[in-house]
């Protein structure tokens, strides 16, 4: 009794040309989107002016659900919106308090010059009075 395989005589009767004319074509890209839930953690946490950063998340958090269901066109729609909410928040956050020195250190040169010019205005009137009375 012959115990080694495979058999031969076991085997199906198969042609030694091989068929290479099957092609394969992929639609669309094989990419799993990204969530970017830790970026959203960070502006909720961090940087949450106009609750940009809340909207982000929640939105990162619907694009991590849909990617695990499997509806790979839906979590891209979800990460696309939640990467635009973030970049949103960042820009707000950076910008605001940018704004806000510029403001105050234009406010503080003003302030300095109408200061001058009262001490120019008040040293001008005694200069004159005094000069009116001798």
């Given at each position: 009794?012959?115990?080694?395989?495979?058999?031969?005589?076991?085997?199906?009767m198969?042609s030694?040309k091989?068929?290479?004319?099957?092609?394969?074509?992929?639609?669309?890209s094989?990419v799993?989107?990204?969530?970017?839930?830790?970026?959203?953690?960070?502006n909720?946490?961090?940087?949450?002016?106009?609750?940009f950063?809340?909207?982000?998340?929640?939105y990162?958090?619907k694009?991590?659900?849909?990617?695990?269901?499997?509806?790979v066109?839906a979590?891209?729609?979800?990460?696309?919106?939640?990467?635009?909410?973030?970049?949103?928040?960042?820009?707000?956050?950076?910008?605001?308090?940018?704004?806000?020195?510029a403001l105050?250190?234009?406010g503080?040169?003003?302030?300095?010059?109408?200061?001058?010019?009262?001490?120019?205005?008040?040293?001008?009137?005694?200069?004159t009075?005094?000069?009116?009375?001798?």
């Amino acid at each position: 009794m012959d115990t080694s395989y495979p058999r031969e005589d076991y085997l199906p009767m198969t042609s030694h040309k091989q068929d290479h004319s099957s092609t394969v074509i992929t639609i669309g890209s094989s990419v799993v989107p990204q969530d970017h839930l830790i970026w959203s953690i960070f502006n909720t946490i961090y940087m949450n002016l106009c609750c940009f950063g809340f909207v982000a998340l929640a939105y990162s958090i619907k694009a991590r659900d849909q990617k695990v269901a499997g509806d790979v066109e839906a979590a891209r729609r979800f990460s696309s919106k939640a990467k635009c909410y973030n970049i949103l928040a960042m820009v707000w956050s950076l910008l605001l308090p940018v704004l806000l020195v510029a403001l105050a250190v234009t406010g503080v040169i003003h302030f300095t010059k109408l200061v001058q010019e009262s001490m120019n205005f008040f040293n001008y009137e005694i200069i004159t009075i005094e000069d009116d009375k001798k």
